[in-house]
């Protein structure tokens, strides 16, 4: 009932679109100075929610355990098999995330070690495109996001019932947490990378969201001296949606406790983002060059 009073009270998203394309983009803002648009300039032009929720239907991963996920890209369904992120990827990712836990360890401690870099496996660039906001004509996007390893479907819930006995504990038993979860890749579902949905609300709809929900095909890279693509299917998934399942739930939860484990609580849990990896490349300068390793290319 709140969401529909709010958008009887503003502009539609067809009027502004009209607006800003019959006027021009200057001449719009001067045309509203001193008038609140509540985010209109932040909205796409289809409306996703319904009383503070969505449901992304773009993506079909009711098959994705048996390694398959369907994605309509560009108005026609599509089949894509989803494959391990490589032993290569991974020995890296592992190896990094573990030296940022010992470089925590010892700030902690006073013993020395340095802040976690921005390069590395938690940051990747994520590029979208294809969902039209009212603030440019051009849908591509690129943006940061926290990017995790999703833990395998038989271990999730015993993961998250250790992280709600550490979330009041002190750092050191939560960093022990961390170094055991990235002791091995077995520990993970390697078919899958998992972040969170920060800021798209029904007020504000960010970049990202408004691309994975029209058209999820998405890159992330990672910036490192060993450098690595990976593409995907993005799924975007409301925490309150019980038609994405019970792993994909259960995946965003997982995604929130690890997000508060290091950043303290938050007033909602917020949607995930899982990433179906399609391919990966090898990007490092000289060497990768941006040829792709999974799969095979013979």
Known sequence: MADSKHREDRLSRRQFIEKAG??????????????????????????YWTEGSFRQNTVDASMEAEGLVRACLDGRWEDFRTLQLPQGFMAWNLAARLEVLDNI?????GEGGSPPSLAGPHNAAMATWGGRRADSRLTINNAFK???????RDLIKDRM???EELMNGGMEP???FLRDLYSSADNFDLTKMISLE??????FETHTFL???ARPAASLVFLDSKSYEVRGIGQLVSPDDPSAGDYALDIVRYTNMAHTFFHGDFPRLYPGILIHVTAVFDNTPGTGRGVRIAPPLI
């Not at 985010?39 to 289809?46: F, N, S, Y």
């Not at 360890?105 to 401690?109: P, V």
């Not at 920060?198 to 007020?203: A, C, G, K, M, V």
């Open 105 to 109: 360890a010892m700030l902690f401690s």
């Open 22 to 47: 019959k006027l021009g983009g200057a001449v719009f803002l001067s045309s509203l100075a001193g008038r609140a648009i509540a985010g209109e300039w932040e909205q796409g032009m289809e409306e």
């Open 198 to 203: 920060l800021y798209s609300t029904p007020e």
């Open 174 to 176: 939560r960093l022990q």
């Open 211 to 213: 691309n994975l929900m």
């Open 146 to 152: 926290g990017m995790g390893l999703c833990p395998r």
């Open 161 to 163: 019932a250790e992280m």
